[in-house]
């Protein structure tokens, strides 16, 4: 009961700084739209994504089709309704698998120190000496193109980050007395990291995850539109921009709306992060 | 500080050990046989083993990874099994491509990103900061290959004014640089300007405006000076992952740089070259951080002084920092 109403102060205290930055509440309320957009794409889109129109390829917007028709005639706006669930489910998993395992490293490095520390340390060396969008780009070609792949692959390709940033923070936790307290009464290690070094590490790390999903779709729409993501008819942003690429000419605004999508979401993640990183600094705090 | 060096680069040796031995195991596991590749869906499984015996596929993971180190020792980076060229002939000839792509994107990017942070840094809180950061903002949250195809939408065909494609004459650098340059300067805008303004706030800055300098040297000569390692580190890890990452953009304005030939050669699974391609791009990495950090410990008198006493904890600690800027880039 203690613990918990400590956490819900905690969480009031940060939305307490967060709400003082308007863009950043305008910002979560972006996201929780597109959020809601992807969950009820089956019911807000007009159209079924791959529902084609052969008399109206690449017709301009009308009152049933209010952002157009693509080349093979489909609803543009019902494609980008579906394809929320797509880039979202990129940003959002490629980054839970990369904060898990980075969450993992981190605070076991962190913990124990010495030879485990050293090891895994020369391991992310190895890891982030190859740039980080080539490995995604080799692994998600390596293992195949597909949604899944692509969210594997991201996330396996952005794990050092976090790992490094967990275990500079469970560097600072480790010797806080709840730690040494819970260790005189004999809690196991694994007790002692994931109830007490995990939850008051974890700070740092809400600043990075939340901007992590923001570039995860950027790149997941990158690796799309390279051909390394979605597969058709499915729809994708990155990938849309791709099929758009053909009547690029005559037809620009089909790869423009797509585009637009992305850009919003990965905006709304990083205003959100900024504000995140303003509530949480101790400096800033008045 | 020659020590420092050496010690950095021995540092090297283990990390590119392992990740060509990373990648060799990450080959191992791709689907898809690179001499059905070679041979064709037609050819029979014969012929199919027998080139398999003679590329030396069958080996053992250890025997073929013990060749591959011998033939990089020697100078030798295998034969691609597409082109059947050497891959480092290959590579180096592409290599020009991206290192004037990357070139001249960072140094656009500079030019554009450093003006503008501390155009918003020195006007805090104003409404032309909070226009120019959120303009960075938006420049980051851009797909690149998005904004390449706008610029090509607009430059070449609208208005026709430069080339979409190739990069016979140098108007077809243009907008590959330019879409290249449009992310990375709006980084290096967000880095100076956080940076000026945390040393903004440092009482030596208080110091300088009390001896009655004007703002203009306060700004110039005292902030930006003190500001400039972390956007240097940036900069720097900007250009090495760029040289990995130009792929999208060199598809798009089809240059032949390293990036497009290592994405052909993953979708032909011509492993010799996936396998010396990421090695040696990422060896490019690695020595551009390396030399960001000891123009660091040359310039700077306070990393300087760390590495006189020549103590090895620090200089660790000190290739941590630009890695921590590599991952924040």
Redesign the interface.
């Known amino acids: 009961m203690e613990n918990r109403r400590k956490k819900q102060s905690r969480l009031r205290d940060i939305w307490r700084q967060l709400k003082k930055s308007k863009l950043s509440v305008v910002a979560l309320i972006v996201l929780c739209l597109i959020i809601l957009v992807a969950i009820l794409a089956p019911v807000l889109a007009p159209y079924h994504y791959a529902q084609q129109n052969a008399k109206l390829k690449n017709a301009p917007p009308s009152a049933q089709h209010l952002l157009g028709n693509d080349r093979l005639g489909r609803d543009i706006l019902s494609r980008l309704i579906w394809g929320s669930r797509q880039s979202l489910q990129m940003g959002v998993l490629a980054v839970a698998i990369a904060a898990v395992v980075g969450i993992l490293i981190g605070s076991v490095a962190g913990y124990y120190g010495g030879w485990v520390d050293n090891l895994s340390m020369?391991?992310l060396?190895?890891y982030?000496?190859?740039?980080?969008?080539?490995l995604s780009?080799?692994?998600a070609?390596?293992m195949?193109p597909s949604l899944k792949n692509a969210i594997i692959a991201l996330g396996v390709g952005t794990v050092?980050?976090y790992a490094?940033i967990m275990r500079a923070s469970v560097l600072t936790v480790r010797e806080k007395e709840y730690v040494e307290a819970s260790r005189a009464i004999n809690a196991s290690n694994a007790r002692i990291i994931f109830k007490h070094i995990v939850p008051n590490a974890i700070g740092p790390l809400i600043v990075q995850i939340t901007m992590g999903v923001?570039s995860c779709i950027?790149a997941g729409?990158?690796l799309s539109?390279?051909g390394l993501g979605a597969q058709p008819p499915i729809p994708e942003w990155?990938a849309m921009?791709a099929d758009a690429?053909g009547v690029?000419?005559q037809y620009?605004t089909h790869?423009?709306y797509?585009?637009i999508c992305?850009?919003i979401s990965?905006?709304a993640?990083?205003?959100l992060g900024?504000g995140l990183r303003d509530a949480l600094d101790p400096r800033l705090k008045n | 500080m020659l020590r420092y060096i050496i010690k950095r680069l021995l540092l090297l040796i283990?990390?590119?050990l392992?990740?060509s031995l990373?990648?060799l195991i990450?080959?191992d596991?791709?689907?898809g046989d690179p001499a059905r590749m070679m041979l064709g869906a037609q050819a029979s499984q014969e012929q199919v083993d027998a080139l398999r015996e003679e590329l030396g596929l069958n080996d053992p993971l250890p025997v073929r990874y013990g060749r591959f180190l011998w033939g990089v020792v020697n100078g030798d980076f295998g034969t691609s099994l597409m082109t059947k060229r050497p891959v480092i002939d290959e590579m180096l000839e592409r290599f020009p491509y991206t290192l004037t792509l990357v070139t001249i994107g960072t140094i656009f990017s500079v030019f554009l990103g450093i003006p503008i942070g501390i155009y918003a840094a020195t006007r805090r809180h104003t409404w032309k900061d909070n226009a120019a950061i959120f303009f960075a903002?938006?420049a980051?949250?851009?797909?690149?290959?998005?904004?390449a195809?706008?610029l090509?939408?607009f430059f070449a065909?609208q208005l026709d004014w430069l080339p979409y494609a190739g990069v016979e004459t140098w108007r077809g650098w243009v907008l590959p640089c330019g879409a290249m340059a449009l992310g990375i300067s709006a980084l290096i805008a967000r880095q100076v300007r956080s940076d000026m303004l945390e040393v903004l706030r440092q009482d030596y800055i208080t110091t300088a405006r009390a001896k009655g300098l004007s703002e203009q040297k306060v700004t110039y000569r005292h902030a930006l000076k003190n500001a400039m390692i972390p956007v240097i580190m940036v900069i720097g890890g900007v250009f090495?992952?760029s040289?990995?990452?130009s792929?999208?953009t060199e598809?798009i304005f089809s240059i032949p740089g390293l990036?497009q030939y290592?994405?052909t050669a993953?979708?032909n699974r011509d492993y010799p070259v996936?396998q010396s391609g990421?090695l040696i791009?990422?060896t490019m990495?690695?020595i551009i951080i390396l030399i960001v950090d000891v123009i660091f410990a040359l310039v700077d008198p306070r990393i300087r002084s760390q590495y006189t006493k020549a103590k090895r904890k620090e200089g660790k600690q000190h290739g941590?920092q630009t890695?921590?800027a590599?991952?924040a880039a």
């Open positions: 020369r391991l060396d190895i982030q000496a190859i740039p980080m969008f080539l780009v080799s692994l070609a390596i195949g050092p980050g490094r923001g950027l729409s990158a539109y390279i990155g921009i690429r690029m000419r620009p790869a423009l797509p585009g992305v850009m990965v905006l993640c990083n205003l900024d | 283990p990390v590119l392992g990740i990373v990648v990450l080959i596991f791709t689907p903002l938006i980051v949250s851009m797909p690149s290959f998005w904004f195809l706008l090509i939408r065909v090495g992952s040289l990995g990452g792929l999208i598809m990036g290592i994405m993953l979708n996936i990421i791009i990422s990495f690695a941590k890695e921590e590599v991952e």
